[in-house]
C-alpha cells in the first residue's frame, strides 16, 4: 500500500519568511496529493492540491510541486503570517484504483512567529 | 464542498460500554471514510463506509470492534465497541465531494474520552 513521509515535523519561522514541507510517496499509481491544514482543536481543511498531470499549482501565498520521478511533493507558503501556524498534512490517493481513501504524511507543526 | 454535521462533538465513556458516532452529509456521496486520529498524531483510516454492503477495513480494524453502517448515500455511524482508555481519540468522517473525484472533506470530529 501506500506510504507517505513528511518533514520537518516541526518548523519555526519568523513572520514574513518562507517555509517549505515536503513529502515522498511510495505507490506511482498515486495522482492525487492534497495538502490540510488543522488547527488546534479544528477539522483538516483543504488548502491546496495538485493532480500528477501538473508540476505545479499556486494559489496567492501557498503553492504546491509534484515531481513525479523522484515521487516527492512540496507545500511552499510565503510572507508567512501568525494565523499560518498550524499543523499541515500532506496526503496522496489515486483516483484510478478502487481504494480511493487519503494516506496522510505524520504531519509538521508549524509555528509563525510574530 | 459538501456540509458535514457529526454528532456528538465530543464524549466521556466508561470503559467496556459503545458509542455510536453520526456522520450526516447535505448531498448524495460515493465515498464516506472514517478516520481515527489519536492525541498529536496524523490521520489513519479505520475503513470506507460503502452503501448497501459492508465497510472495506484498513488493516488493524475489525468489525467486530468498529461496526460501520452506510443505509444510504448521505448518512453513516461508526461504532466503537467494547471501549478502552486506548480508543481515547479524535474519529473524524470526510467525503468524497463535488465534481472533481478524490477532493476529501472532514467533519468536524469527535473527542472520545475512555475512563
Known amino acids: 500500500g501506500e506510504n507517505v513521509e513528511q518533514h520537518p515535523s516541526t518548523l519555526s519561522v519568523q513572520e514574513g519568511d518562507s517555509a517549505v514541507i515536503k513529502c515522498t510517496y511510495s505507490d506511482s499509481a498515486s495522482n492525487y496529493f492534497p495538502w490540510y491544514k488543522q488547527e488546534l482543536g479544528k477539522r483538516p481543511q483543504l488548502i491546496i492540491d495538485i493532480r500528477s498531470n501538473v508540476g505545479e499549482k499556486k494559489d496567492q501565498r501557498i503553492a504546491v510541486t509534484l515531481n513525479k520521478t523522484a515521487k516527492h511533493f512540496s507545500l511552499h507558503i510565503t510572507e508567512t503570517q501568525p494565523e499560518d501556524s498550524a499543523v499541515y498534512f500532506c496526503a496522496a490517493t489515486s483516483s484510478h484504483t478502487g481504494r480511493r481513501a487519503l494516506t496522510f504524511g505524520s504531519g509538521t507543526r508549524l509555528q509563525v512567529q510574530p | 464542498s459538501a456540509v458535514i454535521s457529526q454528532k456528538p462533538s465530543r464524549d466521556i465513556c466508561q470503559r467496556g460500554t459503545s458509542l455510536t458516532i453520526q456522520c450526516q452529509v447535505d448531498s448524495q456521496v460515493t465515498m464516506m471514510f472514517w478516520y481515527r486520529q489519536q492525541p498529536g498524531q496524523s490521520l489513519t483510516l479505520i475503513a470506507t463506509?460503502?452503501?448497501?454492503?459492508?465497510?472495506?477495513?484498513e488493516s488493524g480494524f475489525v468489525i467486530d470492534k468498529f461496526p460501520i453502517s452506510r443505509p444510504n448515500l448521505t448518512f453513516s455511524t461508526l461504532t466503537v465497541s467494547n471501549m478502552s482508555p486506548e480508543d481515547s481519540s479524535i474519529y473524524l468522517c470526510?467525503?468524497?465531494?463535488?465534481?472533481?473525484?478524490?477532493?476529501?472533506?472532514f467533519g468536524a470530529g469527535t473527542r472520545l474520552s475512555v475512563l
Open positions: 463506509a460503502n452503501q448497501g454492503s459492508e465497510a472495506t477495513y
Open positions: 470526510s467525503v468524497e465531494g463535488g465534481i472533481a473525484k478524490n477532493i476529501q472533506y
